[in-house]
């Protein structure tokens, strides 16, 4: 009997969540919150305590390498998984034990997951149909989908006749003839080649734009990240490291993780020698060199306090007058890119990159860099 009453009460507890949903009360200013989610499998703590906001009409990008939980954050929102402890609220909603067709969300998958026997028209209508959406407004929703992701003339062909981003867009016009209210693409361009990838992200966020809808996006690409993001969450371990816009992430790293992860800044360690007017003047460890760094006012450093800094290779000025002595280990080019491995006196080694390939200088060289204190920035070390 108790049982029963629970059955009943879970069932009425969960229409009327979902009417107030669908009147549009929302009980918090965010479309999406994730309260202090933990997930672990077996022994494995996969998520620690990840919490997030999330306006309405933001691209949100969620950055870490294989392992560190992205795939899993968007399967509890999604509700594919059920976290051990912790809320997931859409539109004020608590919708952690709703059922995924419950919830006015949709997945983009990196392998696509098309229908093979189905033509492109189909397989975009199959989520209407299965909502037993009328033949004439479906007509009109998968045309209109398709036409959004420059696929109208497509509309007849089967998945075999298409191309890997043809294909991708298709699987994206499925997700959107929902009209969800969240969108969750977990790694879709990754299966594509590096030209059409980068065509696929301004298609992307050139669609993400125009319809209004909250994309929440994953990724290992730190390019595909800083190009396409109206915020970056950085995961490492299960958890939050830094979340901010791709300018504050690039040019404000908090940890020296984030600064290596995004942007492959050099770290740089010694001891506070000297602080003059906002300015750390620190001693290389292991070397009698020195250099700056500007603080902000949540540094709070003192004199003889160890020292992380992040200095991006773009930012090592080369052949410096009084500068720190280093010797060219490598010089190589990534397209119109010349990176040069500099050896420090310590044996630390550091990049630094030029646009251009014309710059006099060889491997075995012995020159003397620096950099101005405005481009580094004091990171918790993490390493």
Known sequence: MIYELKICFDYYKERIALKYWAMGKKLGNFILELNNIKKSFGNTEVLKGISLSVKQGEFITFLGS??????????????????????????????????????????????YALFPHMNVFKNVAYGLKIRKVSKTEIQKRVMESLELVQLRDYAFRKPSELSGGQKQ???????????????????????????????M??????????????????????????????????????????????????????????AQFVGNANIIRGVVNQLDHGVAIIKLEETTAYA??????????????????????ENIQLNVENGISATVKEKSFAGGLLRLTLILPNGKEIVASRHGINYEVEEGDCITIGWDADFAVVVEDQD
Do not use: W
Not at 211 to 236: C, K, P, W
Not at 293 to 303: A, E, Q
């Open 169 to 199: 867009r298709v699987a994206i016009a499925r997700a959107i003839v929902n009209n969800p209210k969240l969108l969750l693409l977990d790694e879709p361009l990754g299966a594509l080649d590096l030209q059409l990838r980068r065509q």
């Open 292 to 313: 700056s760094v500007k603080l902000s006012k949540k540094d709070g450093v003192h004199i003889g306090d160890p020292i992380a800094v992040a200095v991006r290779s």
């Open 66 to 111: 294989s392992g560190c939980g992205k795939t899993t954050t968007l399967r509890i929102i999604a509700g594919l998984e059920q976290p051990d402890s912790g809320t997931v609220m859409l539109e004020g909603v608590d919708v952690t034990k709703m059922a995924p067709d419950r919830r006015n969300v949709n997945t983009v998958f990196q392998n």
């Open 201 to 258: 992200q301004l298609e992307l966020k050139r669609l993400q734009k125009k319809l209004g809808i909250t994309f929440l996006y994953i990724t290992h690409d730190q390019e595909e990240a800083i190009n396409m993001s109206d915020r970056i969450v950085v995961m490492r371990d299960g958890t939050f490291i830094q979340t901010g816009t791709p300018n504050e992430i690039y040019d404000a790293p908090k940890t020296s993780f984030v």
